[in-house]
Protein backbone atom coordinates (compact mmCIF):
# COMPACT_ATOMS: atom_id res chain seq x y z
CA UNK A 1 0.00 0.00 0.00
CA UNK A 2 1.29 3.48 -1.32
CA UNK A 3 0.79 5.80 2.11
CA UNK A 4 0.92 8.74 0.35
CA UNK A 5 3.80 10.13 2.24
CA UNK A 6 6.92 10.27 -0.14
CA UNK A 7 8.65 13.52 0.36
CA UNK A 8 6.50 14.89 3.32
CA UNK A 9 8.74 15.75 6.54
CA UNK A 10 8.60 13.51 9.87
CA UNK A 11 10.33 14.27 13.18
CA UNK A 12 10.60 10.96 14.87
CA UNK A 13 11.50 11.05 18.83
CA UNK A 14 13.80 8.86 20.65
CA UNK A 15 14.74 7.09 17.44
CA UNK A 16 17.94 5.55 17.98
CA UNK A 17 16.66 2.52 18.36
CA UNK A 18 13.52 0.08 19.58
CA UNK A 19 9.91 1.27 18.62
CA UNK A 20 10.84 4.52 17.64
CA UNK A 21 13.36 3.52 15.11
CA UNK A 22 11.45 0.69 13.71
CA UNK A 23 8.65 4.00 13.35
CA UNK A 24 11.72 5.50 11.52
CA UNK A 25 11.98 2.38 9.61
CA UNK A 26 8.63 2.39 8.18
CA UNK A 27 8.47 6.46 7.41
CA UNK A 28 11.27 5.63 5.70
CA UNK A 29 10.45 2.45 3.30
CA UNK A 30 7.76 5.04 2.09
CA UNK A 31 10.17 8.01 1.03
CA UNK A 32 9.50 10.50 4.27
CA UNK A 33 12.19 12.91 4.75
CA UNK A 34 13.09 12.51 8.28
CA UNK A 35 14.49 14.30 11.70
CA UNK A 36 15.66 11.58 13.74
CA UNK A 37 16.47 12.43 17.40
CA UNK A 38 17.67 10.76 20.64
CA UNK A 39 20.28 11.83 23.29
CA UNK A 40 23.05 9.18 22.33
CA UNK A 41 24.44 10.25 19.04
CA UNK A 42 26.54 7.19 18.39
CA UNK A 43 23.16 4.87 18.36
CA UNK A 44 21.73 7.64 16.74
CA UNK A 45 24.31 7.89 13.68
CA UNK A 46 24.46 4.45 13.56
CA UNK A 47 20.44 4.52 13.07
CA UNK A 48 20.76 7.67 10.48
CA UNK A 49 23.27 4.92 8.32
CA UNK A 50 20.35 1.97 8.69
CA UNK A 51 17.64 4.39 7.56
CA UNK A 52 19.40 5.70 4.78
CA UNK A 53 20.32 2.52 3.77
CA UNK A 54 16.35 1.83 3.00
CA UNK A 55 15.28 1.64 -0.52
CA UNK A 56 13.28 4.59 -1.36
CA UNK A 57 14.20 6.45 1.56
CA UNK A 58 14.40 10.63 1.63
CA UNK A 59 16.73 12.62 3.88
CA UNK A 60 17.60 11.62 7.09
CA UNK A 61 18.93 14.61 9.86
CA UNK A 62 20.34 13.23 12.70
CA UNK A 63 19.98 15.65 15.68
CA UNK A 64 21.58 14.08 18.89
CA UNK A 65 20.10 16.15 22.08
CA UNK A 66 17.70 16.15 24.53
CA UNK A 67 14.05 17.05 22.91
CA UNK A 68 13.01 18.11 26.45
CA UNK A 69 14.85 21.32 26.81
CA UNK A 70 14.65 24.20 24.99
CA UNK A 71 18.15 23.68 23.57
CA UNK A 72 17.27 20.72 22.65
CA UNK A 73 13.91 21.42 20.60
CA UNK A 74 16.15 24.10 18.91
CA UNK A 75 18.65 21.83 17.96
CA UNK A 76 15.99 19.86 16.14
CA UNK A 77 14.26 22.63 14.60
CA UNK A 78 17.04 24.47 13.82
CA UNK A 79 19.06 22.02 11.75
CA UNK A 80 20.50 22.43 8.70
CA UNK A 81 18.56 21.22 5.89
CA UNK A 82 15.61 20.55 7.67
CA UNK A 83 12.05 21.77 7.06
CA UNK A 84 12.37 23.70 10.48
CA UNK A 85 9.17 23.77 12.78
CA UNK A 86 7.29 22.53 9.21
CA UNK A 87 6.94 18.93 9.99
CA UNK A 88 4.05 17.19 7.88
CA UNK A 89 4.35 14.43 11.02
CA UNK A 90 5.49 14.44 14.23
CA UNK A 91 5.96 10.77 16.42
CA UNK A 92 6.42 11.65 19.68
CA UNK A 93 8.61 9.06 22.13
CA UNK A 94 10.05 9.11 25.54
CA UNK A 95 11.73 6.31 27.36
CA UNK A 96 9.31 5.47 30.15
CA UNK A 97 10.24 6.90 33.95
CA UNK A 98 11.65 4.29 36.46
CA UNK A 99 9.30 1.89 38.73
CA UNK A 100 8.89 2.26 42.27
CA UNK A 101 6.62 2.64 44.77
CA UNK A 102 5.13 6.36 44.93
CA UNK A 103 5.61 7.03 48.31
CA UNK A 104 9.76 7.48 47.37
CA UNK A 105 8.71 10.04 44.65
CA UNK A 106 9.61 13.57 45.48
CA UNK A 107 8.48 16.38 43.31
CA UNK A 108 12.01 16.46 41.01
CA UNK A 109 10.53 12.67 39.94
CA UNK A 110 7.01 13.49 39.17
CA UNK A 111 8.56 16.95 37.12
CA UNK A 112 10.97 14.87 35.15
CA UNK A 113 8.82 12.68 33.92
CA UNK A 114 6.10 15.13 33.57
CA UNK A 115 8.94 16.21 30.88
CA UNK A 116 9.25 13.54 29.17
CA UNK A 117 6.08 12.17 28.79
CA UNK A 118 3.33 14.29 29.19
CA UNK A 119 5.10 18.60 28.74
CA UNK A 120 7.49 17.71 25.72
CA UNK A 121 4.63 16.40 23.50
CA UNK A 122 2.39 18.76 23.88
CA UNK A 123 5.06 21.50 23.32
CA UNK A 124 5.64 19.52 20.07
CA UNK A 125 2.39 19.62 19.39
CA UNK A 126 2.37 23.40 19.81
CA UNK A 127 4.97 24.37 17.75
CA UNK A 128 3.76 22.12 14.63
CA UNK A 129 -0.16 21.79 14.51
CA UNK A 130 -0.61 25.23 13.00
CA UNK A 131 1.30 25.05 10.50
CA UNK A 132 -0.08 21.30 9.25
CA UNK A 133 -3.36 22.50 9.31
CA UNK A 134 -2.45 25.50 7.08
CA UNK A 135 -0.79 23.24 5.02
CA UNK A 136 -4.02 21.06 4.89
CA UNK A 137 -2.52 17.79 6.33
CA UNK A 138 -0.57 16.44 9.15
CA UNK A 139 0.17 13.33 11.64
CA UNK A 140 0.86 13.48 14.84
CA UNK A 141 1.50 9.96 17.08
CA UNK A 142 2.25 10.17 20.18
CA UNK A 143 4.24 7.03 21.46
CA UNK A 144 2.60 6.45 25.07
CA UNK A 145 1.74 2.82 26.71
CA UNK A 146 -0.51 0.38 27.60
CA UNK A 147 -0.44 0.67 31.12
CA UNK A 148 -2.71 4.16 30.18
CA UNK A 149 -5.21 1.83 29.52
CA UNK A 150 -4.28 -0.87 32.55
CA UNK A 151 -2.39 1.29 34.54
CA UNK A 152 0.58 -0.90 36.46
CA UNK A 153 1.03 -0.21 40.23
CA UNK A 154 4.59 0.05 40.29
CA UNK A 155 4.62 2.68 37.29
CA UNK A 156 2.96 5.50 38.87
CA UNK A 157 4.97 7.92 37.30
CA UNK A 158 4.49 7.12 33.75
CA UNK A 159 0.31 6.32 34.53
CA UNK A 160 0.55 10.05 35.48
CA UNK A 161 2.10 11.77 33.04
CA UNK A 162 1.32 9.63 30.03
CA UNK A 163 -2.59 9.90 30.93
CA UNK A 164 -2.54 13.39 31.54
CA UNK A 165 -0.81 13.74 27.76
CA UNK A 166 -3.93 11.15 26.82
CA UNK A 167 -6.56 13.71 28.49
CA UNK A 168 -4.94 16.88 26.62
CA UNK A 169 -5.09 14.86 23.03
CA UNK A 170 -8.65 13.57 23.43
CA UNK A 171 -9.51 17.29 23.58
CA UNK A 172 -7.14 19.40 21.14
CA UNK A 173 -7.71 16.35 18.51
CA UNK A 174 -11.12 17.43 18.60
CA UNK A 175 -10.73 21.07 18.32
CA UNK A 176 -11.16 22.96 14.85
CA UNK A 177 -7.80 20.85 13.57
CA UNK A 178 -10.20 17.98 13.00
CA UNK A 179 -11.37 19.64 10.25
CA UNK A 180 -7.83 20.71 8.45
CA UNK A 181 -6.67 17.74 7.61
CA UNK A 182 -4.51 17.19 10.66
CA UNK A 183 -4.77 13.67 13.29
CA UNK A 184 -3.63 13.64 16.50
CA UNK A 185 -3.30 9.79 17.91
CA UNK A 186 -2.23 8.14 20.51
CA UNK A 187 -0.12 4.77 19.97
CA UNK A 188 -0.04 2.36 22.96
CA UNK A 189 2.53 -0.92 23.30
CA UNK A 190 2.16 -3.27 24.73
CA UNK A 191 5.28 -6.26 25.83
CA UNK A 192 7.34 -5.46 22.24
CA UNK A 193 11.13 -7.18 21.90
CA UNK A 194 13.06 -4.40 22.63
CA UNK A 195 15.98 -3.62 24.76
CA UNK A 196 13.75 -1.77 27.52
CA UNK A 197 12.04 -5.57 27.92
CA UNK A 198 15.48 -7.29 27.79
CA UNK A 199 16.44 -4.81 30.69
CA UNK A 200 13.81 -5.32 32.86
CA UNK A 201 14.07 -9.39 32.99
CA UNK A 202 17.76 -8.52 33.10
CA UNK A 203 16.68 -6.90 36.84
CA UNK A 204 14.10 -9.99 37.53
CA UNK A 205 16.99 -12.35 37.00
CA UNK A 206 19.39 -11.01 39.48
CA UNK A 207 16.52 -10.69 41.50
CA UNK A 208 15.17 -14.04 41.35
CA UNK A 209 18.38 -15.72 40.12
CA UNK A 210 16.08 -17.12 37.00
CA UNK A 211 17.86 -17.07 33.90
CA UNK A 212 16.54 -14.24 31.67
CA UNK A 213 15.25 -16.62 28.92
CA UNK A 214 13.33 -18.33 31.13
CA UNK A 215 11.70 -15.28 32.46
CA UNK A 216 11.17 -13.87 28.92
CA UNK A 217 9.31 -17.11 27.67
CA UNK A 218 7.03 -17.10 30.83
CA UNK A 219 5.77 -13.55 30.37
CA UNK A 220 5.46 -14.19 26.43
CA UNK A 221 3.04 -17.48 27.46
CA UNK A 222 0.83 -14.95 29.27
CA UNK A 223 0.10 -12.76 26.44
CA UNK A 224 -3.06 -14.38 24.21
CA UNK A 225 -0.79 -13.90 20.83
CA UNK A 226 1.96 -15.76 22.69
CA UNK A 227 5.06 -13.81 21.72
CA UNK A 228 6.54 -10.18 22.10
CA UNK A 229 5.52 -7.45 19.43
CA UNK A 230 8.36 -6.75 17.15
CA UNK A 231 9.57 -3.02 16.56
CA UNK A 232 8.65 -3.81 12.41
CA UNK A 233 5.18 -4.49 13.65
CA UNK A 234 5.20 -1.12 15.79
CA UNK A 235 6.60 0.81 13.12
CA UNK A 236 4.04 0.19 10.37
CA UNK A 237 0.95 0.80 12.84
CA UNK A 238 2.92 4.31 13.31
CA UNK A 239 3.35 4.74 9.50
CA UNK A 240 -0.26 4.27 8.59
CA UNK A 241 -1.63 6.57 11.25
CA UNK A 242 0.75 8.78 9.56
CA UNK A 243 -0.51 7.87 5.73
CA UNK A 244 -3.00 10.04 3.50
CA UNK A 245 -5.47 6.77 4.28
CA UNK A 246 -5.79 7.29 8.30
CA UNK A 247 -7.23 10.78 7.79
CA UNK A 248 -10.38 9.73 9.89
CA UNK A 249 -9.10 8.17 12.38
CA UNK A 250 -7.81 11.27 15.39
CA UNK A 251 -8.22 11.29 18.82
CA UNK A 252 -7.73 7.74 19.57
CA UNK A 253 -5.40 5.38 22.28
CA UNK A 254 -4.64 2.47 19.65
CA UNK A 255 -3.29 -0.21 21.50
CA UNK A 256 -0.74 -2.73 20.51
CA UNK A 257 -0.27 -5.70 22.86
CA UNK A 258 -1.18 -8.87 21.15
CA UNK A 259 -4.49 -9.04 22.76
CA UNK A 260 -3.27 -8.66 26.91
CA UNK A 261 -5.90 -5.87 27.68
CA UNK A 262 -9.25 -8.07 28.63
CA UNK A 263 -11.49 -4.75 28.54
CA UNK A 264 -14.59 -4.46 26.01
CA UNK A 265 -13.12 -0.73 25.30
Not at 119 to 146: C, E, H, Y
Not at 239 to 257: E, K, P, R, W
Not at 258 to 264: I, L
Request: net charge neutral.
Amino acid sequence: MDLGIKGKWALVCGASKGLGLGCAQALAADGANLVINARGADALEAAATQLRAIPGAGTVLAVACDITSDQGRAAVFGVQGGPGTDFDIVVTNAGGPPPGDFRDWEREAWIKALDANMLTPIWLIKATVDGMAQRGFGRIVNITSGAVKAPIDILGLSNGARTGLTGFVAGVARSSIAGSGVTINNLLPGAFDTDRLRTTAKGQSEKTGKPIEELLEARAKTIPAKRFGTAAEFGAICAFLCSQHAGYITGQNVLADGGMFPGTM
